[in-house]
């Protein structure tokens, strides 16, 4: 982690929030190569789930939302993690992870998952765990902290401003589902796809951008008619979409998966069945994208608190009901910290990320064999133009070839193209030098984009 932290830093894909300032916990910046990462993995999630599908649509709805929504989704009642805090040292931290930590150190295991306050407070005494940060043991009681961050809109009195920013997309969804059908032509079963970010209070360290106070949801509702087939079919039909995601559209490698499923304590009350795809970080397997059947809770909530009639009516029989859910959501950040741990490969002196070429930030680099001669440099800057009207591409005329080729290495760029003598005097071809197998090939000019789109739809050389 601390090697992908390091690179992230350096090379620009991810800077820890406003730095300057001495940063802010929990935050991160993404800067020019982590922006164009985290978008080609939008894309890519996008694509596959939204865009292809003909039983998909998208959705961009509002961070700010009537603070009702949160009420009935019972956020405002229950999104909370039970936090402590250390009288001597003001330490705040969660009072699972706390315990969770303490056992692992002394190479034990315990199970904290959905445990009352009272139970935490209890394990904390029993085994006077001492505060991670000064050692001392002397704790406040163990007490709930909602996640969610609140604000104020200007235009209403003080007391009735509350709002919230959102704590998941989900929501969205949900508030919008009788837009949605009313303004289509859509029957079930369906899906409402949403990009987008979600805020949430989170008071433990973060592990790089695993967990953060704004994080990147891509989450799907995907409606049905519960009368209809069996929904454990349906349900396995999106752990197998989820699985060829993470497998193939970001390719990933299948041992650093599995699945794992809640056990009824952990499930909420109203879920018939949730299981977490998770990946083996460096700090462990975690969760890294959950899948839930929520039955019709949330359209029902909201169908309470609204007023509103959220049912659907069947376009063949009449008969009107509330559809049930099966809820896909996974973190986007999540996704972009897995696939530059899981491409990150040393090969003697080299670092490599392994990205899939869709993926990487940079799809070709342009290089003049020398910077010093100006008809080398002229034409490569032309070729580096031409290619950039198509796919992203990097120019770098410094230091030598073998110094620009790692420094692409490290940043996963598939390919470089380097401008020689031969180019401009004989053959009007470029040296393509490939990331994975540093096997280089002569290209004509006039066929290097399309040599450059082919290669990369058909995933490169991996
Ligand atoms: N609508 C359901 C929902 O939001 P969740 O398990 O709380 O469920 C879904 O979140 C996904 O969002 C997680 O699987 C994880 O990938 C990501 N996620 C949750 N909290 C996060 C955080 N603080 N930072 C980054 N990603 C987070």
Redesign the pocket.
């Known amino acids: 982690m601390d090697k992908i932290i390091s690179l992230a830093k350096r090379r620009g894909f991810v800077f820890p929030s406003s730095e300057i300032y001495g940063g802010l916990a ?1 935050s991160y910046e993404y800067g020019p190569l982590g922006v164009e990462l985290k978008k080609n993995i939008q894309d890519e999630w996008w694509n596959a789930f939204v865009r292809q599908r003909s039983d998909m649509v998208g959705l961009d709805s509002s961070i700010i939302l009537h603070p009702k929504v949160w009420e009935a989704s019972g956020h405002v009642a229950s999104f909370a993690d039970a936090m402590i805090a250390c009288k001597a040292c003001k330490t705040r931290t969660r009072a699972d992870h706390l315990i969770e930590d303490y056992f692992e150190k002394k190479g034990e295991k315990i199970n904290v998952e959905w445990k009352s306050v009272e139970e935490f407070d209890k394990i904390i005494q029993d085994n006077k765990i001492p505060c991670p940060t000064c050692g001392k043991y002397d704790w406040t009681p163990v007490r709930k902290f909602n996640l969610l961050f609140e604000t104020h809109i200007g235009i209403v009195p003080e007391a009735q401003s509350k709002v919230y920013l959102r ?4 929501q969205g969804i949900f508030v919008s589902f009788k837009n949605i059908i009313d303004s289509t032509r859509l029957t079930l079963p369906f899906g409402v796809g949403q990009l987008g970010k ?1 805020f ?1 209070n ?1 008071i433990t360290k ?1 592990n790089f ?5 704004e ?1 990147e ?1 891509g ?1 799907i509702e995907y409606f049905f008619d519960p009368s209809v087939g069996d929904w454990n079919k349906l349900f396995e039909s999106w752990k197998d979409s989820m699985w060829s995601f993470v497998t193939g559209n970001l390719n990933v490698r299948e041992e650093n998966l599995r699945w794992r499923e809640h056990s009824d304590e952990e499930r909420s009350f109203y879920s018939k069945r949730t299981e ?1 795809l998770e990946y083996n970080f460096p700090f462990g397997f975690k ?4 899948l ?1 059947y929520r039955t019709d809770y949330d359209l029902s909530q909201h169908m309470k608190y609204s007023g509103v009639d959220l049912s659907y009516s069947d376009p063949v029989t009449g008969r009107k009901f509330i559809p049930h859910v099966i ?1 896909p ?3 986007i ?3 972009m910290a897995m696939v530059m741990l899981d491409s990150y490969s040393e090969e003697g002196d080299r670092v490599v990320l392994k990205l899939k070429p869709k993926l990487a930030p940079y799809k070709a680099a342009v290089f003049p064999l020398l910077a010093n001669k100006p008809e080398l440099v002229e034409l490569a800057r032309k070729i580096y133009l031409d290619l950039k009207k198509d796919m992203q591409v990097a120019w770098d005329a410094r230091g030598n070839i073998g110094k620009r080729y790692y420094s692409q290495d490290e940043i996963g760029t598939p390919y470089c193209v380097t401008v020689d003598f031969d180019t401009v005097e004989k053959d009007a071809g470029v040296t393509v030098r490939n990331r994975d197998t540093m096997k280089q090939e002569r290209v004509p000019i006039d066929k290097l984009k399309d040599y450059l789109k082919n290669a990369i739809q058909q995933n490169g050389s991996q």
């Open positions: 929990n704590g998941e997309t989900a979600s949430r989170e973060g951008i695993f967990r953060t106070l994080l949801q989450e977490d969760e890294l994208w959950g839930a809820e959501a996974v973190g950040n999540r996704l």
